[in-house]
Nanobody
Framework: QVQLVESGGGLVQPGGSLRLSCAGS????????MGWYRQAPGKQRELVAT???????NYADSVKGRVTISRDNAKIAVYLQMNSLKPEDTAIYYC??????????WGQGTQVTVSA
């Protein structure tokens, strides 16, 4: 049984930082793209950042310059360092992993709330 578990979410003041982590377990196989998506109340889930196996990254325009995605290819792990957080970053953040056969796996999400 494959499981992805996010951690690191919480309440932070505007301008603050958080580091999200996603740890996977189970047999996923060779990993391709890993990433983070988020969903704010009343909105669709949207891309935050992705990273390929060769460390090529892609960021949503709304987070460019404030967010850094990284991964550990030795294990099923992807990270999201978020700086200069804004209230509009408030959402549930989900990690995402795609294996060699293009099968997608999702975590259960971690809440990030940016508020004074």
């Amino acid at each position: 049984q494959v499981q992805l578990v996010e951690s690191g979410g919480g309440l932070v003041q505007p301008g603050g930082s958080l580091r999200l982590s996603c740890a996977g377990s189970g047999s996923i196989g060779v990993l391709r793209t890993m990433g983070w998506y988020r969903q704010a109340p009343g909105k669709q889930r949207e891309l935050v950042a992705t990273i390929t196996r060769t460390a090529a990254t892609n960021y949503a325009d709304s987070v460019k310059g404030r967010v850094t995605i990284s991964r550990d290819n030795a294990k099923i792990a992807v990270y999201l360092q978020m700086n200069s957080l804004k209230p509009e970053d408030t959402a549930i953040y989900y990690c995402y992993v795609q294996n060699f056969f293009l099968k997608d796996y999702w975590g259960q999400g971690t809440q990030v709330t940016v508020s004074a």
